[in-house]
């Protein structure tokens, strides 16, 4: 199985980060506004639609407000995935800092440099926009191979990487 970790620092509280997170039905909205561009609940799950239209059904394990800590597991979607399980916590970092971490196993093994592409554009995006609380103007998703441009057929290829403008 494969793992993948991404973390960053926010100049965010870890409450105001953690409120963000844990709103399971409006990822979209409060945390990743482009990337996610909609959420809808049903029961025990959410169904989110991303950026490039791909749609993922991820079950909702767990939410823990005293941990700051977020688990969830797709259990369909367009990557292929046989596993998948992940967390997001929130850590303090300083005043009014937080730390974001971020960790998805996986499998197959191939699943997780695209994965870990797509992490490093979502957790980039939670970023700015709990800093500027604002949605960003576009995203950047670099990678040095074809399958990201397979996940993102409507992309604008620029070099040295992929730009994906936001719907």
Not at 90 to 113: C, N, Q, T
């Amino acid at each position: 199985m494969a793992s993948v970790r991404k973390e960053i620092m926010i100049e965010a509280s870890p409450d105001d980060v953690w409120a963000a997170l844990r709103d399971v039905g409006a990822l979209h909205e409060p945390l990743v506004p482009g990337f996610v561009v909609d959420t809808r609940l049903e029961p025990g799950a959410r169904v989110v639609t991303f950026f490039n239209g791909g749609v993922a059904r991820e079950l909702i394990v767990d939410r823990d407000d005293a941990a700051r800590r977020l688990v969830w597991s797709v259990v369909a979607g367009p990557l292929g995935l046989s596993h998948h399980n992940a967390s997001a916590q929130v850590f303090p970092d300083g005043p009014g800092h937080s730390r974001f971490v971020w960790i998805a196993d996986v499998l197959p093994h191939e699943v997780a440099e695209p994965m870990g592409e797509l992490m490093s554009a979502g957790i980039a995006v939670v970023k700015r926009t709990l800093e500027a609380a604002g949605a960003p103007d576009r995203l950047e998703i670099r990678s040095s191979r074809g399958p990201l441009w397979t996940l993102c057929p409507f992309a604008r290829q620029t070099s040295p990487g992929i730009w994906v403008e936001p719907s």
